[in-house]
């Protein structure tokens, strides 16, 4: 009998031995290098969805062509979208957790020998009966349970409101990138756009430039001039002249490289802009602080996402509070067995479960106060925010007044260049007239450059401005809307902003204005 016993357990831990060998087999995983043929691969295929489904670029694009284009087409904002889509499946799989656990198993059980037993007296350490068992070798069973956990339903309760609040979290950084990547393309558009205006004088320019240096440089080798110093030196003059030209024609190529990468164009694709009219002020709306100071605030994606974020510190301290009390679990199992010993194959069974985890009362004083602690830091942090949000629309404010002023008096500067290069083409056209001319279009190039710079910087501060109060050009069903249809409403959007006091005149901005007088005047009174 013991020798037989012993045999099946060396059997069975031979078997035991052989079957980890296979598992420990299969696991050791090496390193797989992808080859240069399959990085070749993928990036042909990334290649080709970069771009496909896009409308192609015909004729000249206004500054609405370029925003919609952005939209629709920019890979970040597209990335951000799918972002977006992912948080709001969480939110979605969340409120499933609150749902009844309803589990289904069957198995079939086979032993290598007969499941018996023997009984022993506890009186007399005897042998009462034979070996005998109950259960057959082979047989199959199967379980339906269905079972709520109250506290696991509470819990969840609070989760699924949490992730609510994380799927408009982010629905907002979805509208903060989308705001980003519009002011990206507006200061990109009118960067490429000046430079597309100014690029025909820059290479009439360098046509005129290399055309007196190769004159000097064949006067040099007639020797016609008497003194050869004095044409070297005008050389010099017009090599560091190309040297500038070529500067400014490096940066104009980096503005059209900037905006081809924002609405995803091919690099090799040609890009032609056309104007667009807006006035350099803004409305007299702007003109009063305060206002806008609590507009500000009360537009500011950040600021909603803080007060979200006050919304789920507050659920997770309710969630803490509910993981404290007892767990009552309700359930309901159908059993099968098929085992012929047995006397009900079928049946059923209802139970009523209370857990109480005693060691949590220990820790309960200091989970709940580090809950409330983390409640205040999100309000001290949001307070702060708060600052943050004033200083920035105010230093955008500030940005945009230097810009005007300042691009006022680059202009003054600008138009003195461009007379001083109009009457230097009215001289006799000789080497050395020619050597000014070309210095002088080159002074007036850079002030128009310098011109066009700060002219940028008031679109951008402008920019900056409106977004710092919530005004985005984009209208909410831009989704819906096809390329014409949304560079038409976004620059329809643009326009009002700087038609009188409509910038701010829509429902909600109203309402918003409303209640910051109101604000001014109960402050007033008090």
């Known amino acids: 009998m013991k020798t037989l016993r012993l045999k099946t357990c060396l059997t069975f831990n031979k078997s035991l031995v052989i079957g980890f060998s296979c598992i420990l087999t299969g696991c050791s995983i090496t390193p797989d290098k992808l080859t240069m043929e399959e990085i070749a691969s993928i990036i042909r295929q990334d290649r080709v969805a970069m771009y496909e489904n896009q409308a192609p670029i015909e004729g000249s694009l206004t500054l609405g062509d370029v925003l919609a284009r952005a939209i629709h087409y920019n890979l970040e ?86 992730e609510a609040d994380r799927a408009l979290i982010a629905i907002n950084s979805r509208k903060k990138v989308l705001n980003s990547i519009m002011q990206q393309a507006m200061s990109a558009y009118w960067n490429a756009y000046l430079a597309q205006e100014l690029k025909p004088k820059v290479d009439s320019t360098l046509i005129d430039a290399r055309k007196a240096v190769r004159n000097i440089d064949t006067g040099l080798a007639a020797k016609a001039y008497p003194s050869p110093v004095d044409a070297l030196k005008l050389k010099k003059q017009l090599v560091e002249s190309i040297n500038a030209l070529e500067s400014i024609n490096d940066v104009l190529g980096k503005s059209t490289a900037a905006l081809k990468s924002l609405i995803n164009a091919r690099s090799v694709a040609h890009l032609e802009l056309k104007g667009f009219n807006i006035e350099s002020k803004l409305p007299a709306i702007f003109d009063n602080r305060e206002r806008l100071e609590l507009l500000a605030l009360e537009q500011s994606l950040d600021v909603q996402n803080q007060m979200y974020n006050a919304r789920i510190e507050y659920n997770e301290t309710k969630k803490a509070f509910a993981r404290m009390l007892p767990g009552i679990e309700l359930s309901f199992n159908n059993h099968y067995d098929s085992n012929s010993f047995i006397y009900n194959n079928h049946w059923g069974e209802a139970g009523l479960q209370v857990s109480f985890n005693l060691l949590k009362l220990a820790s309960s004083k200091d989970t709940l106060e580090t809950a409330e602690l983390r ?118 959007n643009i326009h009002q902003w700087y038609s009188a006091d409509s910038a701010l005149n829509t429902p909600q901005q109203v309402v918003l204005l409303d209640q910051a007088a109101r604000y001014q005047v109960d402050n007033m009174h008090q």
């Open 77 to 162: 904002y597209r990335a951000e979208m799918l972002n977006n889509s992912i948080s709001h499946k969480q939110y979605e799989l969340a409120k499933y957790d609150m749902l009844p656990s309803l589990a289904a198993d069957a198995g079939y059980v086979s032993r290598s020998n007969v499941s018996a037993s023997r009984s022993v007296s506890i009186f007399t350490n005897n042998e009462t009966l034979e070996p005998s068992t109950s259960q057959d070798r082979d047989h199959i069973i199967s379980k339906l349970k269905f079972s709520w956990n109250i506290l696991d339903f509470g819990v969840s309760y609070f989760q699924a409101k949490q």
């Open 375 to 492: 409640e205040a830091l999100v309000k001290q942090k949001r307070l702060a925010l708060n600052m943050a949000v004033i200083t920035r629309m105010n230093l955008a404010m500030n940005q945009y007044e230097s810009s005007v002023r300042k691009m006022k008096q680059v202009e003054t500067l600008k138009d003195i260049d461009e007379q001083i290069n109009s009457m230097t083409n009215n001289t006799e056209n000789q080497t050395k007239s020619l050597v000014e001319k070309v210095q002088v279009q080159v002074a007036a190039l850079q002030s128009t450059m310098g011109f066009n710079s700060v002219q940028t910087s008031v679109r951008e501060a402008e920019s900056a401005v409106f977004s710092s109060l919530g005004l985005s050009p984009v209208p909410e069903n831009y989704l819906g809307l096809n390329l014409d249809e949304l560079s038409v409403a976004i620059e329809t």
